[in-house]
């Protein structure tokens, strides 16, 4: 599970340009919800843009707010992971999609790139795979 303790010590170096980019968070776990925000937001340039707790929620706000990013849980109610990431490759392509689960090894490589998944990562790994794959996705100059 995640676990903010495995968070790096200290502030973050600051980019040399400013933008802020953009995280939707979907995940059916409040507590999972709140420990990425944390992790997110203790990073300099990101911040959450919005939080769904469902795949349909989670369409819906992707459609609305249109994030640099989106971190997708796989096991959701209403619309797993997998559907929503379907539905987002089509509607905002370019989007990352990191999928972050505790299934990670079922949904590893071309089964995920099928369904417009930029990376897939466990929970069980922590929190600090996911800060350097936010890194590594959005760079200084956005998604590349």
Do not use: W
């Not at 089964?111 to 760079?139: M, N, Q, W, Y």
């Amino acid at each position: 599970m995640l676990d903010s303790s495995q968070l790096p010590d200290g502030p973050r170096p600051v980019r040399q340009d400013s933008h802020v980019r953009s995280i939707l968070l979907a995940d059916d776990s409040d507590f999972e919800r709140f420990a990425i925000r944390a992790a997110v937001e203790g990073l300099t340039n990101f911040r959450v843009c919005g939080e769904a707790a469902n795949g349909v929620e989670a369409i819906k706000k992707a459609k609305e707010l249109k994030p640099d990013l989106v971190v997708m849980d796989l096991a959701m109610p209403l619309m797993n992971g997998l559907e929503a990431a379907t539905v987002l490759k089509n509607a905002l392509p370019g989007v990352p999609i990191v999928l972050l689960t505790l299934y990670a090894e079922q949904v590893h490589g071309p089964r995920s790139s099928a369904f417009g998944i930029a990376t897939v990562l466990s929970k069980i790994d922590g929190l600090a795979p996911l800060l350097e794959c936010l890194e590594r996705l959005l760079g200084p100059t956005g998604p590349v």
